[in-house]
């Protein structure tokens, strides 16, 4: 090795005093046989695929995104991490990853995979697997016999309509899942014992109802662009954690929502825009971002956000949003400064 290293600076020096072109170095070395990364190159566990790029800088990882595969080529036993996003793979076989059982990344969106395609075994021996993107896809359902190691599960923009109650079973490493943009009508209690949860995205699906018996760790929770026009008593009394709540662009009316429904500490963020509003609901003092425009709101009423106004009691809401609703600045009463101090956005 020390002699390779020898021989590079003195072709290096060469090819600089004699003004020629600085890779010259390189094209000598191919013309004594020496391929691309054939200096460094890690072949455990097998050679990379032709077709894919297994940098010597990072010999676990494995790069065969946008290539046009139509199926997932061999991975070496020494792999970590997978990129094959941005392809044509239609399947995926029970073989697929047999070899690459250490497998901590699986990136697999924006193909064509199909649920009647995946085997029932494909990813059944990844018991390392933290992050499994199927996102943008053709799948009607979840996949089964998923790692209970995965972390972060991406299956938004496919066809999913139902999720089978085993989909998630023994899931407890599951921080994040993004079911976005679906067909889902109704989750039922499948979500319910998913303990580690914290995101959870449902919006762009046809669900009616907020789903029942949801992860009491939530920190974000979004269901907005379905059409949802109540909610239950209660709704988030049990979320210790929950701090962003986006329920925008569905069917919510003031008859829908019990009172003080979203007059629960902790909350952060709420979004209730686009839906069919008449009035401000009851809010807590410490909701810092609330965006209700394009409802039919026609009151501006203060004691939504403070049930006292004086100088101790105030709300600390930073950002408030109203617009395309039926009141103007007019409206507003005298006291919303001394209520509303906190505000630096207040949208009308």
Known sequence: MRLLVVFLVALFGLACCQGQDPFFWLMALRSRGYGPGALQADTTGGDCPAVCD?????????YCDDRGLQEVPYVPSRMKYVY????KITRIRDDAFSNATRLIW???????LRSDQ?????FANLNSL???????????????????SIRDLRLNNNKISKIETSSFKGMDNLTVLYLHANEIQDVGGV??????????????????????????????????????DTVPANFLSDFSQLQYVRMSHNALTDRGIPPNTFNVSGLVEL????????????????LEHLYLQANHIKEFSLSSFCSVVDIMNFSRLRVLRLGGNEISLHDMPSETGL??????????
Do not use: G, W
Not at 84 to 87: D, I, K, P, R, V
Not at 106 to 112: A, E, P, S, Y
Not at 339 to 348: D, F, K, P, Q, V
């Open 191 to 228: 979500l319910k014992d998913l303990t580690s949860l914290t995101l959870l995205d449902l919006s762009n699906n046809h669900l009616k109802k907020v789903p029942q018996e949801l992860p009491k760790m939530l920190h974000q929770l979004y269901m907005e662009s379905n059409s949802i």
């Open 339 to 348: 209520c509303l101090r906190r505000a630096s956005t207040i949208e009308i």
């Open 84 to 87: 094959l996003q941005y392809n």
């Open 271 to 286: 979004d209730l825009s686009f839906n069919k509003l008449e009035k401000i609901p009851p809010v807590s003092a410490s």
């Open 106 to 112: 699986v990136m697999l969106h924006r193909n064509q």
């Open 118 to 122: 995946i085997s029932k075994k494909a």
């Open 54 to 62: 297994c940098p010597p800088s990072f010999p676990v990882a494995m």
């Open 130 to 148: 933290e992050r499994l993107y199927l996102d943008h896809n053709n799948l009607t359902q979840v996949p089964v016999n998923l790692p209970v």
